[in-house]
């Protein structure tokens, strides 16, 4: 069956904005089998809106008018598309009450305009927004839906996965069967680890296995289509050990939202261990990946950020002689950061990050090269030497050298 | 004139990642009145590749092949696009030596596959890639023109910035004229700022403006339409003034990219001011959002992440008596956290953040609620209540607690 996404929003018409909400919601449409050929763009304009929605009726039952639910005087979708339908609009009462509520507690006087977000498709129901003000719409009549989203990407996927896709599933049933798993790695350049693999699941048939590199892993997805289960389920566990055979130095674990720090903070946890950071080049982004877990308080109490070198020795001491002798980006001194603040904090473990981030370089060394050093108590200190590619550039040799830092202790914690 | 985007990759058609780069693609195309009405996403397979460019090669003038430049067997793009054409593969020796060298650099055995990617369209012209591996391709013949580009987004977005754009506004002029301007604001909501924005700009003509939500900052945008030179850098001017007479509180700086971290950066070292920080919520992103600022090192030497009660006292000496009586999350803590961290470094200014990320509150106050403290050499010390909005989760509040206390930085830096 066809859907058809309308684009809202006059930001996206004279591209200075990225439209990413059209395909991901044709991305989720693809897994129910409903496709998505035709998609448009138009600006904040009622005209337009209804123009663009009378066109839609004509050849899609099921249609999204995406965009455009803020509270100024240009969001004109919820209005445009009642008005293209036919519709009165209705005001959930109760959301309006919170809106009302939310401004109080943050201390914000509220523009009346913002009762518009709290309207939605009369004769339809109201669609929830767990991380923003606007509601959604969902109006089905006459075999056609028309659906109203919000534009914020973070509210537009929040509400996509969590009001649409239920009663797209409840309304349209199941497409072809694809069951996924998603392996993460990290530490093997892409090309290599998909070689092994593809040499690893040779003997395995109605599957495949596709690789997609993200900042901070590798996510590795074991696609099986087509079998009931259980039968789906053990291929994917079957496929997962073959891989693993081969690939378990470079694993850190499964899903499409793991990530290492939420592994690391998760094994600590586990395992009553503590952790400190001391950072340069990094200049608190270890740290501050650790406390984006909620729960990270019980493993992290605080640490250092030393940029300079003579914040190296004034915040925990690392002795001016090795800075001297060894340089700031050497093994010397990102063994004395990480074994220092360890000691400060009497903490279990003491990451520390020294290297040249770049676009310069330091010391005669090239951007990307980082030395990670991690001290664990009663272990004698490891370090390890980065040799990341500087095109890569400022922001990704900062990312990646806490990604190899969560993994030394990753490591670790394996033992 | 028409152009079409065919988007490679299995993780697309199956819904796993989202499709950024056509949409950025599209709107970047809108700049040059050229449309893509025609946007299909196919597998990594020669066969499906190869049908879609001759289909499109029936409707459109310009092709854009984009993804499926990977090392990897799976990635087929080159070769069936070539194929498809009837066009022999070429290979860029000079690019193919410095992906040699490049993981010669890296010390990283190089599989040979990758001399994929150093291949473009034979009879076409080779596009840089100024942040991967994978060349791009121009293949220009009988009034058609075919562009070959690499999937992964940052790669894509440098590519079509550096490589494309200036290619196709040679070959294809100039569409509609749109000249336009971004103004950066904080601390004030979208619906306020723009509705007392529309007030000041109201005597206008010939001019639109556009708000846009980000993370960080609310983007303003004055697009000024089909005006000659210098009369439409004359109305963007008289704009901006109308808009700064009002709003000149909330503003920081001009330009799509321009980040308050810079700004900040730029104008402590023009004051040859220097700052640190101590963290508790934000657990080291101020100071990393700092030193994501290339000559971040002028102005910052390190500073204090104190994630725990009893790090805010063993690292930087807040008193114990004042955790007891105020709380964590209160202004006399913050006060502490900022001038004595400030005094440890020495510093010019001192930044503190104390509050509560969520999910769950923190002595009785609920997630959103945050301190920031600012101490400045020579000056008593401000602390600043944010009551930010719980729903927009833990990340969102540790984000904009870090823009608000550069916010603060930057207002006493304009004293």
Chains 1, 2 share one sequence.
């Not at 919170?98 to 509220?110: A, S, Y």
Request: hydrophobic content about 40%; proline content about 5%.
């Amino acid at each position: 069956m066809n859907a058809e996404i309308i684009s809202v929003g006059t930001e996206l018409v004279l591209g200075q904005v990225t439209n990413t909400n059209a395909p991901l919601l044709a991305q989720k449409l693809a897994t129910l089998d409903i496709e998505a050929p035709y998609q448009v763009t138009v600006m904040d304009d009622a005209q337009q809106i209804g123009a663009a929605i009378k066109t839609a009726q004509q050849r899609a039952e099921l249609i999204f008018v995406c965009g455009g639910l803020g509270p100024t005087t240009d969001d004109v979708t919820i209005t445009s598309t009642a008005t293209a339908l036919g519709v009165p609009l209705a005001t959930d009462e109760q959301h309006w009450a919170w809106i009302k509520e939310t401004f109080k507690q943050r201390q914000i006087e509220m523009p009346t305009e913002n009762i518009q977000q709290a309207r939605y498709l009369g004769g339809g129901v109201a669609l929830a927004n767990p991380v923003g003000l606007a509601l959604g719409s969902w109006y089905d009549h006459a075999g056609q839906v028309v659906v109203v989203l919000p534009g914020p990407p973070a509210e537009f996927k929040a509400m996509v996965n969590q009001s649409l896709m239920p009663r797209l599933q409840a309304r349209y049933g199941q497409g072809r069967q694809i069951v996924s798993r998603t392996l993460n790695f990290l530490g093997r350049p892409e090309s290599q680890l998909m070689d092994e693999i593809e040499e690893a699941t040779k003997q395995f048939s109605s599957m495949t296995v596709t690789s997609y590199v993200q900042p901070s892993q590798i996510q590795v997805r074991i696609n099986v289509y087509d079998l009931p289960q259980p039968a789906a389920t053990k291929l994917l566990d079957q496929v997962t050990a073959a891989i693993l055979a081969v690939e378990r130095p470079f694993y850190f674990g499964t899903g499409d939202q793991c990530s290492l720090a939420q592994v690391v903070v998760e094994q600590l946890t586990k395992q009553q261990q503590t952790i400190t950071g001391a950072e340069s080049l990094t200049g608190g982004l270890f740290q501050s990946t650790l406390c984006s877990v909620p729960g990270a308080s019980n493993v992290f109490a605080g640490g250092f950020v030393t940029y300079a070198a003579r914040a190296k020795e004034q915040l925990i001491g690392v002795d001016q002689s090795i800075i001297d002798q060894y340089g700031v980006v050497s093994s010397q001194t990102a063994a004395q950061m990480a074994e220092k603040s360890r000691e400060k904090l009497d903490a279990d473990f003491g990451v520390s990050f020294t290297g040249v981030a770049g676009p310069d370089a330091l010391e005669g060394q090239p951007a990307g090269t980082v030395w990670l050093g991690l001290a664990q108590r009663n272990q004698p200190v490891q370090t390890k030497e980065l040799h990341l590619a500087a095109y890569i550039g400022r922001q990704a040799i900062r990312n990646l050298s806490v990604q190899y830092g969560l993994q030394m202790v990753y490591q670790a914690l394996q033992r």
